[in-house]
């Protein structure tokens, strides 16, 4: 059975700190570029972070950009998301997503096609 699975979300103070894993069974995570993307309340689904899968180049959209940091872990078939500086603009639900090609970089929705089921990221004092 293919499954992506999300873990590591919680509640933070602003400035904490958490890491989010994804984890894959059934296929190999190393093989696909996989995107990050979260969805604040009442806001659309933003793409945030990306990792290739040819040479390991990351992406940042700006709102994360010098906080966050994505990085795999190919004995534990993981993807990770490290956050820092955690603001509570940072809220929501966090989803990681599996792409297969070149065109990673963008965060299409659309581009990635297998999706976690999310895991919730709560910013508060």
């Known amino acids: 059975q293919v499954q992506l699975v999300e873990s590591g979300g919680g509640l933070a103070q602003p400035g904490g700190s958490l890491r989010l894993s994804c984890t894959a069974s059934?296929?190999?995570?190393?093989?696909?570029?996989i995107g990050w993307f979260r969805q604040a309340p009442g806001k659309e689904r933003e793409g945030i972070s990306a990792i290739s899968s040819y040479d390991g180049s990351t992406y940042y959209s700006d709102s994360v950009k010098g906080r966050f940091a994505i990085s795999r872990d190919e004995s534990q078939n993981s993807v990770y998301l490290q956050l820092n500086g955690l603001q509570p603009e940072d809220t929501g639900i966090y989803y990681c997503?599996?792409?297969?090609?070149?065109?990673?970089?963008?965060?299409?929705?659309?581009?990635?096609?297998?999706w976690g089921q999310g895991t919730q990221v709560t910013v508060s004092s």
């Open positions: 059934g296929f190999t995570l190393n093989h696909y570029a």
């Open positions: 997503a599996t792409g297969f090609g070149r065109n990673w970089r963008d965060l299409t929705e659309s581009w990635y096609d297998h």
